[in-house]
């Protein structure tokens, strides 16, 4: 039988959050208005236009929707730090 300590259930609810905040960020920011004056699109007109492109942009923003999913089922996973076959855990090991 597996025992969680209080720094398993806090590091998953970290990647939860962390993950679901970075696929935000990737979903919306490339249609926002500070994506295009950036270094990699001013580092030549070729990047530009491929920085500017739609499908560029729809791709990074569809690793966000991955992002978001992971985060959803991870979420979802938590309940394996709760039930009623979980014990108390001593600190004497």
Known sequence: ????????????????VLCFEIGL?????PWSD???????ANFSPEWGLFWLN??????????GIINIYISVLEAFRL???????????????
């Open 1 to 16: 039988m597996t025992y969680y300590r209080w720094y398993h259930k806090l590091s998953a609810v970290l990647y939860v």
């Open 54 to 63: 739609p499908y560029f942009r729809g791709a990074i923003s569809g690793i």
């Open 25 to 29: 960020f990737l979903l919306f920011f």
């Open 34 to 40: 500070y994506w295009k004056p950036n270094y990699l």
């Open 79 to 93: 309940r394996r730090f709760s039930g009623p076959n979980t014990p108390p855990i001593h600190d004497n090991d």
